[in-house]
């Protein structure tokens, strides 16, 4: 229903900046809710923050609050992450993702999000 592609992704050093960008097509008229989520390599998949798409209302994992912000352009179909100060356990392949129906904010489990895009890769050197 709801189609994401992420970019942005890449290889940076530590203390440099990312942003990552995720657009949506399909039904985006629906969506209640979008996240980014990260995988680290032999790790489970996390959510590093969300934000409601009407209404605004964010979120954070512990980790990354203080550095990243994520935002959102309603009128573009498109979320962002702002990465700053980033270290190498920032490492990891980033995911975005969307719920289309209402749920109990915040939400913090992928399997609350029923659309994912391909991910986009992301690598901090020391």
């Known amino acids: 229903q709801v189609q994401l592609v992420e970019s942005g992704g890449g290889l940076v050093q530590a203390g440099a900046s990312l942003r990552l960008a995720c657009g949506a097509s399909?039904?985006?008229?629906?969506?209640?809710?979008m996240g980014w989520f990260r995988q680290p390599p032999g790790k489970e998949r996390e959510l590093v923050a969300a934000?409601?798409?009407?209404?605004?209302?964010?979120y954070y994992a512990d980790s990354v609050k203080g550095r990243f912000t994520i935002s959102k352009d309603n009128a573009k179909n498109t979320v962002y992450l702002q990465m700053t100060s980033l270290k190498p356990e920032d490492t990891a392949v980033y995911y975005c993702?969307?719920?289309?129906?209402?749920?109990?904010?915040?939400?913090?489990?992928?399997?609350?999000?029923?659309?994912w895009g391909q991910g986009t890769l992301v690598t901090i050197s020391s």
């Open positions: 399909g039904r985006t008229s629906i969506i209640y809710a």
């Open positions: 993702a969307a719920r289309t129906g209402v749920a109990s904010w915040p939400i913090v489990d992928h399997w609350q999000f029923g659309s």
């Open positions: 934000v409601r798409w009407s209404g605004g209302g964010t």
